[in-house]
């Protein structure tokens, strides 16, 4: 018998700039059979304001897993990583940076500061649509997620 934990949705923070992006993610999420609640906020101010429940977001739930870009405006996902594995009620969610940079600083910075999983974005459309896919299989069908309250 299914536990009501099993039955909600697996609730996914995007934080993302780039508008084609965006619609890729959510298309491809959305579209798979694992019941998700996708929020999306555009810019690293946003995501530390969604995630400390903050202004707009006072009633946001926090995410089950964050994917994050690195190169966002007003704050940069660099800082959100730092932030975020300060913060004892956020240092747990899972983080997957989903990033142009394949720069081995910006890699081993974001591993060092505790980013759970680093994917470079490829080029080409039904690439980046298998690597949402992947990050997707991984992280919310074969992972245990911690719950957050």
């Known amino acids: 018998?299914?536990?009501?934990?099993?039955l909600?949705?697996?609730k996914v923070l995007l934080v993302e700039d780039d508008e084609a992006d965006v619609e890729?993610?959510?298309?491809?999420?959305?579209?798979s059979k694992i019941s998700l609640k996708l929020d999306i906020?555009?810019?690293?101010?946003?995501?530390?304001r969604y995630l400390s429940q903050k202004d707009k977001f006072s009633d946001a739930m926090l995410p089950d897993i964050v994917i994050l870009d690195l190169n966002?405006?007003?704050?940069?996902?660099?800082?959100?990583?730092i932030e975020m594995k300060s913060e004892p009620h956020l240092m747990n969610i899972p983080v997957v940076v989903?990033?142009?940079s394949d720069a081995e600083t910006d890699i081993v910075r974001m591993y060092d500061a505790g980013v759970n999983c680093y994917v470079?974005?490829?080029?080409?459309?039904?690439?980046?649509?298998?690597?949402?896919?992947?990050?997707e299989k991984f992280w919310m069908t074969v992972v245990?997620?911690?719950e957050m309250k």
Not at 72 to 81: A, C, S, Y
Not at 122 to 134: D, M, S
């Open 72 to 81: 966002l405006p007003r704050k940069d996902g660099r800082e959100v990583i």
């Open 98 to 100: 989903l990033t142009t």
């Open 144 to 146: 245990k997620l911690p």
């Open 8 to 10: 909600q949705p697996i």
């Open 41 to 48: 906020v555009n810019d690293g101010v946003d995501a530390m």
């Open 24 to 31: 890729l993610i959510r298309e491809t999420l959305l579209d």
């Open 120 to 135: 470079t974005k490829p080029f080409g459309l039904e690439q980046f649509q298998n690597v949402v896919k992947a990050v």
């Open 1 to 6: 018998m299914e536990t009501s934990k099993q």
